[in-house]
């Protein structure tokens, strides 16, 4: 059975600073995906990786295969980038089974 | 080009009773998933539709079901409802055709069963 576990749970930091969410998984993958819930629950996919690095504007994901982990990090953290952070791995290949973390709660104060 | 889109946005049931929850696909995609929403699980994959066929199904009892029409919009539908059937439902959807996708999610339906 594949779990997977984030850190921290929740996460309160100043406009400005520097953001990293962790993203641990046991069982081997085909893709881990990034997603960002707003208050309201419209849940958005911020990055979708199976390998390396990917960057979009101040987001940046990374994954490391063989340790079995991910991070996502924020640069320049502005409020409205407060939000729940749920990572999801996919085990089969061009499916959409995801097991998914607890979510991370990202709170930037001004 | 329009969202994913999720009728209706909010439902009020009563136990015992059914309920039938709609999703509408970008145009063009023809995978739809389904994913429950609890503040005490989380997030959980229901089922996953490609082309009018169930591909993939999570662990929910037999009183959740989907089906999916030919132009990809599908209906997911819980029966014999339960107090702990409350949950934000959201469905995903997707070309299927790609190893990995992103996902384009609805806004979801909450559900209250009282």
């Known amino acids: 059975k594949n779990e997977v576990e984030q850190s921290p749970q929740n996460l309160t930091a100043q406009e400005g600073e520097f953001i990293t969410i962790n993203c641990s998984y046991s069982v081997g993958i085909s893709a881990l995906h990034w997603l960002q819930q707003h208050p309201g629950g419209g849940i958005v996919s911020l990055f979708m990786l199976s390998s390396g690095k990917k960057k979009h504007g101040r987001l940046i994901a990374t994954i490391n295969i063989q340790e079995k982990h991910s991070s996502l990090h924020i640069t320049a953290s502005h409020p409205r980038d407060s939000a729940v952070y749920i990572c999801a791995t996919g085990i089969i290949q061009g499916a959409q089974k995801l097991v998914f973390g607890q979510g991370t709660r990202l709170t930037i104060n001004p | 080009k329009a969202g994913v889109t999720q009728t209706p946005r909010y439902l009020i049931k009563t136990r015992g009773q059914q309920v039938t929850l709609s999703c509408s696909p970008i145009?063009?995609?023809?995978?739809v998933s389904w994913y429950q929403q609890t503040p005490g699980q989380g997030l959980q994959f229901l089922f996953e539709y490609f082309s009018e066929t169930q591909r993939n199904k999570g662990n929910f009892p037999g009183r959740f079901s989907g089906r999916q029409f030919s132009n990809s919009r599908s209906e997911m539908n819980v029966s014999t409802l339960e107090l702990g059937d409350s949950a934000l439902y959201l469905c995903?959807?997707?070309?299927?055709?790609?190893?990995?996708?992103?996902?384009?999610f609805g806004s979801g339906t909450q559900l209250s069963v009282l």
């Open positions: 995903a959807s997707s070309t299927g055709q790609g190893t990995n996708e992103k996902l384009f």
């Open positions: 145009s063009g995609h023809r995978s």
